[in-house]
């Protein structure tokens, strides 16, 4: 694997166990796509660092279990702003 690649996946973990940030939050940190930053954290990097990927994995599953509260929290500003 190309260093630049390696480094890529490790600051994206780093970042998403620092913030407790999404993949979205972080492909638009890092200027990559989203499936570049779930693939960099849920594969390649269990290959490189499987402690820090099983450290990633508890912050996105965190994140996945309140996603249905973000989107409702979002639809409310939408429609608030309507009024």
Known sequence: MHDYIEERI???????????????DTARVFKISKSTVHKDVSERLLLLNPGMA?????????????RHIRGGQATYRKYKCRD
């Open 54 to 66: 099983a450290q990633v994995r508890r912050v996105l599953d965190v994140n996945k279990a309140e």
């Open 10 to 24: 490790f600051q994206s973990a780093a970042y998403i166990i620092e913030n407790g940030a999404t993949v979205r």
